[in-house]
């Protein structure tokens, strides 16, 4: 295929919507916080009042909003669900296609270090024979892919089947390659279970079961099990830290999302200090999140859930991952047939396990045999938004999955 069949659509937020956003942050009401210098009790109030006063004060959005802008923006209708995604043609003899999926709190934003070196290998010390067309779509529910109001029902799995139908139906793409992480690498999964045929290969961010969301209690990260006994006390120190990173917004986007959101989508303040907790506690940052992500990168990614209010649609896709839960397309092993590269980091180590046995750890597992895995790497540095925290790193791993499966 050589002419793209869509015209861009450059990303523009009307200037009501910025001052709306002003008014509402002049208006913050800010509750005590005393005792909470170490964010043992959540986000510090503190910091959260300095990054909320940059917003209204400093923060500049039309500088973001033309960063953006330097790649190709499209909006399409597929099967009645309005998708957004982001494109950066790729440079080189036959570039392959390659849509990238994020989850949550991501944005599409949040694969902008990695789609320049995807697309034009050649310009960034690559091999151009590697180029990839990028695709990014934003989540459907997040961001400009929104709002859903005849799709209440949205989880991953169908979030496969629309992408499947964008890169096959809509774009003309006869084959295609597929990347993720978070619920992302989820999407990604479930579209190397059920189009193997028709993808060169996956690469994801990790290697979970596509029934993770299923049961009656898939919003406890342990299962509401105890902890074993005699466990040795780092293993168990780390099994309580792991605890606490995941199991508040599991339960609470699983059990009330709508709930939630009436507070998350009204006051600006209030939407970013739910998703800044996970930035700072999921992020390789070692205690500075500026060092991961910088004030801008920070109100950037916030801006996009604000403007398109669609903060409560992007929570729900957990109950609905729940409520509608996954089944096979198909009985045949491994579950996902396509080939599959992970990459693997070091903050995101189970606890006990060092990253040189990281992928040991993985291959011991019941999640391995779910996968056609073809490249296993484990990497000292990086939390949760791997391409964005060690692109680098994400980059060489995807290249060497598709090698040779051109």
């Not at 801006?303 to 839960?325: D, E, H, K, L, Q």
Request: hydrophobic fraction near 40%; charge should be negative.
């Amino acid at each position: 295929m050589t002419d793209f069949p869509l015209v861009p659509e450059p990303i523009h937020v009307p200037e009501e919507v910025l001052d709306d956003l002003h008014r509402r942050l002049e208006l913050t009401r800010w509750p005590d916080d005393v005792g909470n210098e170490d964010w043992f009790y959540g986000v510090n109030r503190d910091y959260l009042r300095e990054l909320v006063g940059y917003w209204r004060t400093g923060y500049d959005w039309r500088r973001a909003e033309a960063a953006i802008n330097a790649y190709e923006h499209y909006r399409v209708d597929v099967d009645g669900v309005p998708v957004h995604f982001m494109r950066k043609p790729g440079v080189g003899p036959d570039p392959v296609p390659l849509i990238l999926t994020h989850g949550w709190p991501w944005t599409f934003w949040h694969w902008s270090k990695v789609v320049g070196p995807l697309a034009d290998p050649g310009a960034h010390g690559g091999d151009p024979a590697e180029a990839f067309d990028v695709i990014v779509p934003s989540f459907p529910g997040f961001g400009f892919s929104s709002p859903l109001p005849r799709h209440p029902d949205m989880n991953f799995w169908k979030v496969a089947d629309l992408w499947h139908t964008l890169m096959t139906g809509v774009l003309g793409y006869d084959r295609y390659a597929a990347a993720g992480c978070d619920v992302g690498a989820l999407v990604t999964g479930q579209l190397g279970h059920k189009y193997a045929g028709e993808l060169y290969a996956i690469h994801i961010g990790s290697g979970l079961r596509l029934d993770l969301f299923t049961g009656d209690r898939a919003w406890a990260f342990g299962g509401g099990k105890p902890f074993p006994a005699g466990l040795p006390a780092d293993v168990h120190s780390g099994l309580v830290a792991l605890d606490r990173r995941f199991a508040v917004h599991l339960a609470a986007h699983m059990l009330h999302p709508s709930t939630l959101a009436y507070g998350l989508t009204d006051s600006p303040a209030g939407m970013l200090a739910w998703i800044l907790e996970r930035w700072v506690n999921w992020s390789d940052n070692g205690g500075d999140i500026e060092s991961v992500f910088s004030k801008d990168d920070l109100l950037t990614h916030a801006m996009i859930f604000w403007v398109t209010n669609s903060i409560g649609t992007s929570i729900r896709t957990y109950a609905n991952n729940n409520r509608y839960p996954w089944t096979p397309s198909h009985d045949r092993r491994p579950v996902v047939e396509a080939p599959t590269g992970i990459t693997f980091v070091g903050y995101e180590n189970p606890p006990g396990v060092s990253t040189g046995d990281r992928v040991r750890h993985f291959l011991d597992s019941d999640r391995a045999a779910w996968y056609n895995h073809v490249n296993l790497t484990a990497h000292d540095a990086g939390g949760h938004f791997i391409p964005w925290e060690v692109p680098d790193a994400w980059v060489a791993d995807l290249r060497r999955t598709f090698r040779g499966r051109r």
